[in-house]
T-cell receptor
Framework: AQKITQTQPGMFVQEKEAVTLDCTYD???????LFWYKQPSSGEMIFLIY??????QNATEGRYSLNFQKARKSANLVISASQLGDSAMYFC?????????FGQGTRLTINP | DGGITQSPKYLFRKEGQNVTLSCEQN?????MYWYRQDPGQGLRLIYY???????QKGDIAEGYSVSREKKESFPLTVTSAQKNPTAFYLC????????????????FGPGTRLTVL
């Protein structure tokens, strides 16, 4: 079975600073995918970035990048130049058998 | 605009009632999913469907039922057998159910918040 652990329940960051959200995972599948989603207070889950287990390079999408360390089973999300609109819950998820398994999430607050 | 719609946004249910949550997508995706989210928690899978007229139970299917008669629609019924139905319900879809590449990313609707009175 797959499992995601997000150890930071909450984080507070100053606007324009970079922030790293931690995610560790456990899986016995040799091939898997890792996803990050953002959930603002409205509730909708917004897809941010994806990393495949066989991808040679770390994924990047605009201000989002994924620090993927396969041997350590970690897939940390890095947000560069944080903005007030980045305040939200962030969830890491791993692809399991036909489904996503989510972590408990990290609440990120950006202070002006 | 392509996307996933869920209705209603808020739903109130009396004890012992069945209620149905709507989920529609116009993305031409094969696979659809229902998740439940409790306060301060991640998402848990209730049911999923990879093709029309076929669906499978997820991790917490007891007390719920679904149908998939059309590709675009995947309604969820919360039955009176669900002991604690108050939660936020999210519907999602993906191109197909493989989840093996980024193109299989799940995209979510805005959610329905269900409260039992």
């Amino acid at each position: 079975a797959q499992k995601i652990t997000q150890t930071q329940p909450g984080m507070f960051v100053q606007e324009k600073e970079a922030v790293t959200l931690d995610c560790t995972y456990d899986t016995s599948d040799p091939s898997y995918g890792l996803f990050w989603y953002k959930q603002p207070s409205s509730g909708e889950m917004i897809f941010l970035i994806y990393q495949g287990s066989y991808d040679q390079q770390n994924a990047t999408e605009g201000r989002y990048s994924l620090n993927f360390q396969k041997a350590r089973k970690s897939a940390n999300l890095v947000i560069s130049a944080s903005q007030l609109g980045d305040s939200a819950m962030y969830f890491c998820a791993i692809q399991g058998a036909q489904k996503l398994v989510f972590g408990q999430g990290t609440r990120l607050t950006i202070n002006p | 605009d392509g996307g996933i719609t869920q209705s209603p946004k808020y739903l109130f249910r009396k004890e012992g009632q069945n209620v149905t949550l709507s989920c529609e997508q116009n993305l031409n995706h094969d696979a659809m999913y229902w998740y439940r989210q409790d306060p301060g928690q991640g998402l848990r899978l209730i049911y999923y469907s990879q093709i029309v007229n076929d669906f499978q139970k997820g991790d917490i299917a007891e007390g719920y039922s679904v149908s998939r008669e059309k590709k675009e629609s995947f309604p969820l019924t919360v039955t009176s057998a669900q002991k604690n139905p108050t939660a936020f319900y999210l519907c999602a879809s993906s191109i197909y159910g493989g989840l093996r590449t980024s193109t299989d990313t799940q995209y979510f609707g805005p959610g329905t918040r269900l409260t039992v009175l």
